[in-house]
């Protein structure tokens, strides 16, 4: 079955960077995308941004562009998110979820989560 | 940038018909999906493309999308419909390119 399984917790001190890693199985890594979505404690949803697993190019949300990148390894079908300058207010669970086209559709299935946490 | 705005909350009987509202300025011209979440789990997609249902996803889920609204509803509501629902589009004049509403909490009372 599709699945995208992600990292474990992190706990991080402002400033620091955290790298959060989502493994993708039964599909065609390849043929599809991944996008990245956080959410704050009980808060809602936020697209961070999007990355084609086919030709690695990305798209990211403005308010985070020169803070994030996200890449892809092929041969080990994994998606990455680095996020640099950790500030508290990046605390949340980070999900990774598989889209089909940039601009456009759905998000389906859901990374079970990684819980980033940044205190001192 | 393109804001779509939900009620915090909706409650209704077991058995009774839900319905969640997702608002957006000339929303009728997008492709709108919905998600579930259900405390400490990852969001589940239960309606896309407006009105499709996944595979896996109960008939009582259902989308609609005109004008300035679009609707999920839950018919014959269960207690294991509880959670949040999320709706969701695509705005590319938006900073956030993939843009959610807020969430709204529904309840079977």
């Known amino acids: 079955q599709v699945q995208l399984v992600q990292s474990g917790a992190e706990v991080k001190k402002p400033g620091a960077s955290v790298k959060v890693s989502c493994k993708a199985s039964?599909?065609?890594?390849?043929?599809?995308?991944i996008t990245w979505v956080r959410q704050a404690p009980g808060q809602g949803l936020e697209w961070m941004g999007w990355i084609s697993a086919y030709n690695g190019n990305t798209n990211y949300a403005q308010k985070l562009q020169g803070r994030v990148t996200m890449t892809t390894d092929t041969s080990t079908t994994t998606a990455y998110m680095e996020l640099r300058s950790l500030r508290s207010d990046d605390t949340a669970v980070y999900y990774c979820?598989?889209?089909?086209?940039?601009?456009?559709?759905?998000?389906?299935?859901w990374g079970q989560g990684t819980l980033v946490t940044v205190s001192s | 940038s393109y804001v779509l705005t939900q009620p915090p909350s909706v409650s209704v009987a077991p058995g009774q018909t839900a319905r969640i509202t997702c608002g957006g300025n000339n929303i009728g011209s997008k492709s709108v999906h919905w998600y579930q979440q259900k405390p400490g789990q990852a969001p589940v997609l239960v309606v896309y493309d407006d009105s499709d249902r996944p595979s896996g996803i109960p008939e009582r889920f259902s989308g609609s999308n005109s004008g300035n609204t679009a609707t999920l509803t839950i018919s014959r509501v269960e207690a294991g419909d509880e959670a949040d629902y999320y709706c969701?589009?695509?705005?590319?004049?938006?900073?956030?390119?993939?843009?959610f509403g807020g969430g709204t909490k529904l309840t079977v009372l």
């Open positions: 969701q589009v695509w705005d590319s004049s938006s900073d956030h390119h993939v843009v």
């Open positions: 039964g599909y065609t890594f390849t043929s599809y995308g």
């Open positions: 979820a598989r889209g089909y086209s940039y601009g456009s559709g759905w998000f389906d299935p």
